[in-house]
């Protein structure tokens, strides 16, 4: 008998335990199991078409090489903008994707200050007009014809050689960039980066 | 009761799927379905084509197909939205294909109707070429619409599908051949003795680089891109289509004018492109054609093989386009869906052969087992079996009907305001439409099929490409107040240039 009360009771204990944990504010599920998240700096070979690695390499090896060249330490803070890199693959690469992190990576350093690109102009431009266009404060106003004029622009190209042969497929890399100085036209920096990445059939 | 021995409970068993299942799609005639809803476009009754759309599929489980030829239909009626809408249900399905592909590259029976029945009852994931599409055909729908930035989006899309396409299908390739050379069957289309071989060996049909790449969808990304501002982008959009449509003048320069065009825009023009869709693409029927398989001493067996026609009667090739009554132009055709088709076809001649055998070999293995048997009903079952064998060997004739068969483009720029564009067909027939031209860049499409054209009018709200900055032009100052004014599409440069400026005003 007493056996039979303690089972009925751990029983009504387990009942209460489970409708109470029904009724208690749970926190959702958010785990399927099917995704995680990775480093984001982590070699990445899924395919051989251009990918986050080599974007980040070049953008390492070619801040690191602006960064260290005379003329942009010569002067103080220097105004630079980014013009167009010239993409001459049948990739889809953007390589405003690669001049963007390029920039983050000098203006993280404080050695140089960037101007907007022809790519922000509108976006810079429409600012200026809604604040002068009456609905402002005139004396908050930021005036007309007050934007700097960069000292260097940097541009360049990325082109790439492929070739296949049996089961094998080779793709070469090379983006080439110029610090150009705006008022001579002087090429004052220049540098290149190379990558090789060969890949067997099952990958194309 | 009837007792059954072990070795009759599985070819029983296949039996009992084979003769129950051709109720169902196994039996379906795509063709004969879709016959009827492209004679309906081609009559110029959209309506009524929607409606038997509808009427064949009653079935609350719609398939991909089903939202392939709506998306199209709706997209004819100029009802973009509930033609993305449905182009987008559509695509989840595709997006379903693509991540099992990146896991299962290589499956080659990947159904267990594929085995007993035939291939219709194998789900339709689509033929690689229609998902391809299915993104363009989202991202021309888009730019009619005026949201350029989700064109974009279709566009990136179509790129990462066509990656994914090609890993699939190379591990696709290796494991047929793997399979094939283990079982000893031979996969070669030009051995198919009785099979049109012509039809997918033409000339323009190997040319091409694979059976889903197409010149037009990547000229369509270095237009949008172009539009976009973004000329990394737009540059390898135009090498592509020249790579896979070479000496082809109207793409080359596309790239070659790619830097040039965009000065030469001003606040008054629009850089148009014309898309002109004809025809319809081809249709699928089966052809049973005997073929000698050595494999489990098969001996020659009646493996059904997909047959594609073309519709040249109501493909009338656009000939000639002219704006504003103008000196017509001529129109180029660059990508050929019809040739496309067949590329895929062939490309998939080698599954479909291996599927074929392997299904015979399920199929004679149980008829053979059932005959053995001492047991009269089940030798009954083994007769039936034979029979719905035959009845149900046929090739999957399901394929997006509604796409064009051909696709021609041509580009100008163009004042903005309307203009009357008009298209001259080869059999001499022209439809002209007013169109609004507005924005920096346009997209303008059109329908042929038959003898009725199907106009677009695009509409110019959203997000619609921002004019570039052009620093030397459109700086208007104001004298007698000390501020200066920038019309819309004007930027700004520095102090020097304004100076400039005032001093032409002051003249």
């Known amino acids: 008998m007493t056996n039979i009360i303690s089972k009925s009771t751990a029983i009504i204990a387990l009942s209460t335990t489970v409708l109470l944990i029904g009724c208690a504010n749970q926190t959702p599920n958010l785990q399927s199991g099917n995704v995680a998240y990775g480093d984001s700096q982590a070699v990445e070979t899924l395919t051989n078409e251009f990918g986050s690695t080599d974007l980040q390499s070049i953008a390492q090896s070619m801040s690191n090489s602006l960064l260290q060249s005379p003329v942009l330490r010569a002067t103080a803070r220097p105004l630079v903008t980014v013009a167009d890199v010239k993409n001459h693959t049948s990739e889809y690469i953007d390589t405003k994707a690669i001049t963007d992190t390029i920039r983050a990576k000098m203006l993280k350093s404080g050695l140089v200050r960037f101007a907007v690109d022809t790519s922000a102009m509108k976006n810079q431009t429409d600012e200026l007009i809604r604040q002068n266009s009456g609905l402002y404060k005139k004396s908050q106003s930021k005036k007309l014809g007050q934007m700097e004029g960069a000292d260097f622009r940097i541009e360049g190209s990325i082109t790439s050689i492929v070739k296949r042969a049996d089961d094998v497929k080779d793709i070469y890399y090379k983006l080439s960039l110029q610090l150009i100085n705006n008022e001579s036209g002087v090429i004052e920096w220049a540098d290149e980066k190379e990558i090789r990445k060969t890949s067997n059939q099952s990958m194309f | ?507």
């Open chain 2, 1 to 507: 009761m009837l007792l059954l021995s072990r070795t009759a409970t599985i070819p029983l068993t296949i039996a009992f799927l084979t003769l129950a299942l051709p109720g169902c799609s196994a039996m379906r005639s795509y063709d004969g379905e879709l016959r009827q809803t492209v004679d309906l476009v081609a009559q110029g009754n959209i309506d009524q084509a929607l409606q038997l759309q509808e009427q064949n599929n009653t079935n609350h489980d719609n398939d991909l197909l089903y939202f392939l030829e709506k998306g199209e239909l709706l997209r004819l009626k100029n009802q973009y939205n509930d033609s993305v809408a449905t182009w987008l249900s559509a695509d989840t399905l595709v997006n379903e294909w693509e991540n099992e592909a990146k896991i299962r590259g290589g499956a080659i029976l990947d159904n267990i109707g594929a085995i007993l029945l035939n291939d219709k009852t194998r789900r339709y994931d689509g033929h690689d070429y229609e998902k391809v599409m299915l993104s363009t055909q989202l991202a021309l729908n888009h730019l009619l619409s005026g949201h350029w930035d989700l064109a974009r989006t279709e566009i990136k899309k179509t790129h990462e599908r066509e990656a994914i396409i090609a890993q699939y299908r190379a591990q696709e390739i290796d494991a047929v051949e793997k399979e094939s050379r283990q079982k000893g069957v031979s996969t070669s289309f030009k051995e198919l003795n009785g099979y049109p071989v012509a039809t997918l060996d033409s000339l323009e049909v190997s040319e091409l680089k694979n059976g889903y790449q197409s010149a037009f969808s990547h000229y369509l990304a270095g237009f949008v891109y172009e539009a976009l501002n973004e000329p990394s982008l737009a540059a390898p959009g135009y090498r592509q289509a020249i790579e896979l449509r070479p000496n082809t003048q109207l793409l080359e320069d596309g790239l070659a004018g790619l830097d040039r065009r965009n000065s030469d825009l001003n606040a008054n023009t629009t850089d148009v492109l014309l898309v002109i869709e004809s025809g319809a693409a081809p249709a699928l029927s089966s052809v049973t054609i005997p073929i000698p398989v050595f494999y489990n001493n098969l001996g020659v067996i009646p493996i059904s093989f997909p047959l594609l026609h073309s519709d040249p009667i109501r493909t009338a090739l656009p000939h000639s386009v002219s704006i504003d009554a103008g000196i017509p132009q001529n129109v180029v055709g660059i990508t050929s869906l019809d040739a496309m088709a067949k590329r895929a076809l062939r490309d998939d001649i080698p599954s479909i052969m291996l599927r074929g055998v392997l299904r015979a070999a399920v199929k004679t293995a149980s008829q053979r087992a059932l005959m053995r048997s001492d047991n009269g009903y089940v030798k009954l079952a083994g007769i039936a079996l034979n029979v719905m064998n035959v009845i149900t060997e046929s090739a999957d004739e399901r394929s997006w009907r509604t796409l064009p068969s051909l696709i021609s483009i041509a580009r100008f720029t163009l004042p903005v305001g309307k203009h009357t564009f008009s298209v001259m067909n080869s059999n001499g027939i022209t439809s002209s439409e007013s169109i609004n031209i507005d924005g920096s860049h346009a997209l303008v499409a059109v329908r042929t099929l038959g003898d009725q054209t199907y106009w677009s009018q695009p509409i110019y709200s959203g997000q619609m490409p921002v004019r570039v900055a052009q620093p030397s032009q459109k700086i208007e100052t104001l004298d007698g107040d000390k501020s200066t004014r920038i019309t819309p599409q004007a930027s700004l440069n520095t102090q020097t240039r304004k100076n400039k400026t005032k001093k032409k005003v002051k003249k």
